[in-house]
């Protein structure tokens, strides 16, 4: 039997969830090094989450007091479960499991699911169709953590990115269409499509996370794909605390969209494969007020994938070419050392 682990961020399903999720958040030096390093960062963590917790509490009200994201994460994780346990793999059977980041359930809890199944072969695959230090590499650390914590002869391989993977370009690509149709003829005509990524600290990127180019391979897959005549642009949300963050940010954009007299627009929430409080809250919510302020009049956004059949194969078939390959990997391997 194999064994997949779904990386995902994780959000609080509940008021009271947020507090401990916001700790979790700031204690991670993969996306913040506050100072003084390792030691003292969960006591920076506590006061930063103090600071916080008003405001990040008001907008989880604002979406009816927590996140779907585990609701949907487990959805995806059945889904593909299906889809693989269906297909015929050679490789199979699977189970299939997750392992979110800042809240439960955590890596850890994935490793007691599967030890207590018997699965000793893992295949990790991140819900961040773009790789970077702060969303796989970060999972990826936490994972390889609660594996030496665990102490279990788990064999474990990876799924790294996905950014032009072909059904999951399609999958988008069909949300996209979708929501594009549904607008007054007029409106589409003059749409502006304007794509939103999660923002990175500019350090990221200057340090060689290849988050940006493949944020900017995924776009352009898609505008290949749809074949629209319209404008498109690209900004970045999300985007708090000290720190450059690289841009253009997406409230900016849409206020200088406005000015330039665009009161039409499509925005594509970019590196998201479910909905969370960056697309209910950001996009549905406060960047539509953004865009009314603006005198944006025609406002919308595609459906998220979240279970979207042609996503969910275009995951199964990550994990299987990938076993593929390793199987492929493991013969050659065995003629080198005959041959030698």
């Known amino acids: 039997m194999t064994g997949v682990v779904l990386f995902n961020m994780g959000g609080p399903e509940r008021l009271e969830d947020i507090q401990p999720f916001l700790v979790n958040l700031f204690s991670d030096r993969a996306i913040i090094e506050l ?4 030691i003292v960062q969960p006591v920076f963590a506590r006061a ?14 604002a979406i009816g007091g927590g996140s779907p994201q585990l609701r949907l994460t487990r959805d995806q994780a059945a889904a593909l479960q299906t889809w693989l346990n269906a297909d015929g793999s050679a490789h199979g059977p699977f189970h299939v499991t997750i392992a ?16 207590a199944r018997g699965i000793r072969r893992v295949v990790t695959l991140p819900l961040y169709p773009h790789w970077s230090q702060a969303t796989t590499g970060s999972s990826r650390a936490d994972f390889d953590l609660a594996l030496e914590r665990a102490q279990c002869p788990f064999d474990v391989t990876h799924v790294t990115s996905y950014a032009d993977e072909r059904l999951y370009v399609d999958a988008f690509a069909d949300t996209i269409r979708e929501a594009y149709d549904a607008m007054p003829t007029a ?36 505008v290949d ?22 841009g253009p940010g997406t409230e900016e954009v849409i206020h200088a969209l406005g000015a330039e007299g665009v009161r039409d627009l499509l925005i594509v929430p970019l590196s998201f494969v479910s909905d969370h409080i960056e697309t209910l809250y950001e996009v549905d919510l ?10 944006i009049v025609e ?4 459906r998220a994938l979240n279970t979207h059949p042609t996503f ?3 995951l199964g078939r990550l994990v299987v070419r990938h076993l593929d390959t390793l199987r492929a990997l493991a013969r050659h391997g065995d003629i080198w050392r005959s041959a030698a």
């Open 35 to 38: 100072p003084l390093g390792r």
């Open 48 to 61: 930063l989450t103090r600071a916080r917790l008003p405001a990040v509490r008001r907008n989880y009200e």
């Open 100 to 115: 979110m980041r800042y809240t439960p359930p955590f890596a850890a809890d994935a490793l007691t699911d599967l030890s």
């Open 187 to 222: 409106s589409r005509k003059r749409a502006v499509i304007l794509f939103s990524a999660h923002g990175l600290p500019q350090k990221f990127v200057d340090g060689g996370d290849p988050y940006v180019w493949q944020i900017e391979t995924t776009r352009r897959a898609l």
């Open 225 to 246: 794909r749809l074949g629209l005549p319209n404008r498109h642009v690209l900004a970045y949300q999300s985007r708090t605390g000290p720190v450059r963050w690289i």
């Open 286 to 295: 406060l960047f539509a007020e953004a865009a009314r302020r603006a005198g």
């Open 299 to 302: 406002y919308r956004r595609p």
């Open 312 to 314: 969910i194969e275009a």
